[in-house]
């Protein structure tokens, strides 16, 4: 190795450009002409501008109260306009133009030399400037090259033999300051002003750090803008879901094609087949039962008598009013439902439950809380916020508090399944059927002691309908709870199939529901953005096409079991037909 070392070093010892590059940059400024230091003059002419301006102001006003026309100008009025407008058009010149370029232009170098250490990075950057380096050999600094002095526009980067292309020297230069920790990953948005730029650099310099490649991870086709400040931090890229379709659901007489995001085998077909069954019955019918989104802090007083009192007042309908009021005042949506208060010794969780409109609602309840907490410090000076969530809430957690108040839309789904579409479609019998869902649903979750899961795969359905929609699929914990009864109704002959589903979280409006893909299943739904005729009306339908779709995978994968076809689908549809063993070749 140390032979091929030395010989790689000679070979670029014996390598010498053109012409001699330089390296240092010239000293001379523009600013060096001026008579004064830069900072003189800009205080000269700031000085001049106001000067002029407000002499300018003062003269107009006594022209107006002496009735004198304003075109009307002496000597010293007509040195003072020139003044004026010679001052702002240096200040314009001086602060204006940079500004623009700040917004318009790339930055230049120095931005990334001068981030934490002006002088040290300057150097690096510029010795860096005089090399060319593969990826492979960033790891090895004993291997260097000399850079073309022509200016690269395209350098290909190799990792684990697939390329990535970095599109400019000063693209660069910018990613060997991120790999050596001058210039902070997350701080790329802000100072290029190019959020697909960021992304890209960033995920270069990832490589390099980790000598990992990242080529099937893409890249462009994605609108990193509209993500900025709200759905996710450092991108390096996106991932591919496939959607697909279930349906028509027929559900309270109007038909909906339902999306899901998923890469699970079988389950838009299970679905689509329970979807066929329902409508071929005539169709289910979803009731909303409560409407409400929670938060609960958690608060602290030097006794639990103290915290009873505050308890008290809480849950006097006297009082309720008033804290509504200041609850309300953190939205034009938001809407105060509840106070539900809980204590543990000396801490106090109090639960607010209030409608959102077609949001989601968590920002929109916290902020009401906070309202809630401030005006309740006047009363109570010795209370201690000690968080603005103490999990009485409960968010992303299964709960019994939730399965048993609900937490965002209660929903009950049912329909009534014709004998026939139960043996011909779902190649079963209402009886086995009866029987898989009592043993399973039911019995078999009470001796897992299961919280809130007496169901087959609710979560499937809602997760993957969640990430279509561009909802928050972590909250698929809680809104996957769901107890699925079955009956035999009509003398045995048709089955009576129900989903109750009480704490299911949706919003129509915010977070990923505003990304183009999410927005356009959304659409596809006829729930996008906001109900403009009655607030909320987009989020609840939302919810119910979420139970009814929830309702037809029960029912297929119950009729899968019930019949003793899972393993059979799975291995046909859950399983590539592709021969691995030559793809890995």
């Not at 999990?391 to 609900?406: H, L, Q, R, T, Y």
Request: glycine residues 8%; proline residues 4%; contains cysteine.
């Amino acid at each position: 190795m140390e032979t091929h070392r030395r010989s790689s070093t000679n070979s670029v010892r014996s390598h010498k450009p053109a012409r001699p590059i330089a390296l240092e940059d010239d000293s001379t400024k523009a600013s060096d002409a001026l008579p004064l230091p830069l900072y003189l003059t800009n205080a000269v002419f700031f000085t001049l501008f106001f000067s002029a301006v407000y002499f300018l102001l003062c003269r107009w006003r006594e022209k107006i109260r002496s009735s004198t026309p304003l075109h009307v100008v002496t000597f010293s009025e007509i040195v003072a306009i020139l003044a004026s407008v010679a001052s702002f058009i240096y200040l314009l010149g001086f602060f204006g133009i940079d500004f623009v370029q700040s917004l318009v232009l790339r930055p230049t170098a120095d931005v990334w030399a001068t981030e934490d250490d002006e002088v040290e990075s300057e150097v690096l950057l510029r010795n860096e400037d005089a090399r060319h380096v593969p990826c492979g050999q960033a790891l090895d600094r004993s291997i260097r090259s000399l850079q073309p002095p022509a200016p690269i526009v395209t350098a290909e980067k190799v990792f684990d033999e697939m390329p990535v292309t970095v599109m400019t020297e000063e693209d660069e230069e910018i990613i060997r300051s991120v790999v050596r920790g001058m210039t902070p990953s997350y701080s790329l948005e802000s100072k290029l002003g190019d959020c697909k730029r960021a992304a890209a650099i960033r995920r270069e310099a990832l490589q390099r750090i980790t000598g990992k490649s990242l080529s099937g991870l893409p890249l462009d086709g994605f609108d990193y803008e509209s993500i900025l400040g709200q759905c996710c931090e450092m991108p390096i890229g996106y991932v591919q879901i496939p959607v697909g379709i279930a349906g028509p659901l027929l559900l309270n007489g109007r038909e909906y094609s339902v999306p899901m995001a998923t890469t699970e085998g079988c389950l838009v077909a299970s679905t689509n087949r329970g979807c066929k069954a329902i409508h071929l019955s005539g169709g289910a019918t979803s009731v909303l039962l409560r409407d409400g989104m929670t938060r609960a802090p958690v608060v602290r007083f030097g006794t639990a008598k103290r915290a009873a009192d505050l308890k008290l007042y809480l849950e006097d309908p006297e009082n309720f009013e008033t804290l509504a009021c200041v609850f309300n005042r953190s939205s034009r949506f938001a809407r105060l439902q509840s106070i539900k208060c809980a204590i543990a010794g000396k801490n106090l969780y109090l639960r607010f439950s209030c409608f959102t409109g077609d949001a989601m609602g968590m920002n929109m309840v916290s902020k009401g809380v906070q309202n809630v907490l401030d005006f309740l410090q006047t009363d109570f000076p010795d209370m201690d916020v000690i968080g603005i969530s103490g999990n009485f809430c409960s968010d992303k957690k299964p709960a019994a508090v939730n399965w048993i108040e609900g937490r965002g839309k209660s929903v009950v789904c049912e329909a009534i399944i014709n004998g026939d579409v139960v043996r011909k479609v779902l190649k079963t019998s209402v009886e086995s059927l009866v029987e898989l869902n009592m043993l399973k649903n039911l019995t078999g979750s009470a001796m897992a002691g299961a919280l809130g899961g007496f169901n087959a795969h609710a979560s499937n359905i809602v997760t993957a309908v969640y990430i279509a929609t561009g909802q928050d699929p972590a909250q698929n914990v809680e809104s996957s709870h769901c107890i699925t009864m079955m009956e035999a109704v009509n003398g045995g002959k048709d089955l009576h199939v129900s989903v109750t589903m009480p704490s299911i979280e949706v919003g129509t409006v915010g977070g990923g529901t505003q990304l183009a893909s999410q927005s356009a299943c959304l659409n596809l739904l006829g729930v996008k953005g906001a109900s403009k005729e009655s607030p909320g009306a987009n989020s609840i339908l939302l919810a119910t096409i979420v139970a009814g779709a929830v309702l037809a995978g029960e029912l297929s994968l119950m009729s899968a079991l019930a019949a003793g076809q899972l393993v059979k689908s799975h291995m046909k549809y859950n399983r590539s037909s592709k021969d691995v063993s030559k793809v890995t070749s």
